[in-house]
């Protein structure tokens, strides 16, 4: 009789499993951190900072991209440097983040709602796309964003290296049926045109 149970419970066991796994969002994507040397390579272009100050950041801010809570869609990245937006400023910001994506799915980012609302800090390009072929190319795929504070009340962004400034979200994409695509990607950030 305890054979029985035994079988029984593992039964239930199995089912709950299964039950659980039904209801998870599907696994489409996994983020990676891009070398050290790439990320030194992208972050001196925009900075004066060294190489060691450089190397903290990488080791000790970066972080790859995570959700707030069980439902939120969006995975979080954090800023790698401080920064200081006035109204109508910009800024490029290297997440130090590439993203290997599923077929027949992409990446779109967009600022953090919070971010959004509270001071229009808007994405340059209005959203992101990450798309799967990205995570190959010549820079890694090195996940860069163009910042703006957008505020038309006077607002000045302000956010220390390690805040939460982006959300990713995967969604499904589908194709025409007449799909010919025009080549193979090879370059980074902008690399197959205007």
């Known amino acids: 009789m305890k054979g029985v149970f035994t079988i029984m419970e593992n039964l239930r066991k199995e089912i709950e499993e299964i039950k659980r796994k039904l209801e998870m969002p599907a696994v489409v994507g ?41 439902d939120s869609a969006g995975h979080d990245f954090v ?66 964003a163009t910042i703006t504070n957008d505020s038309n009340e006077n607002k000045t962004i302000e956010l220390r290296a390690g805040d939460r400034f982006l959300q990713g979200i995967f969604l499904p994409y589908g194709i025409t049926q007449d799909d010919m695509p025009l080549g193979k990607r090879t370059g980074g950030y902008g690399s197959s045109g205007l």
């Open 30 to 70: 996994k983020f990676h951190k891009v070398s050290f040397e790439q990320f030194l390579k992208d972050y001196q272009e925009d900075t004066n900072a060294t190489e060691e100050q450089i190397k903290e950041i990488y080791e000790e801010v970066l972080v790859k991209p995570v959700r707030s809570s069980i």
């Open 79 to 144: 800023i790698t440097k401080d920064i200081y937006l006035r109204p109508g400023e910009s800024v490029k910001v290297c997440t130090g983040i590439r993203a290997e994506i599923s077929k027949g799915w992409v990446l779109v980012l967009a600022p953090r709602s919070g971010l959004g609302s509270k001071f229009r800090m808007q994405l340059n390009n209005s959203i992101g796309v990450i798309d799967g072929d990205y995570f190959g190319a010549e820079n890694e795929g090195h996940i860069l």
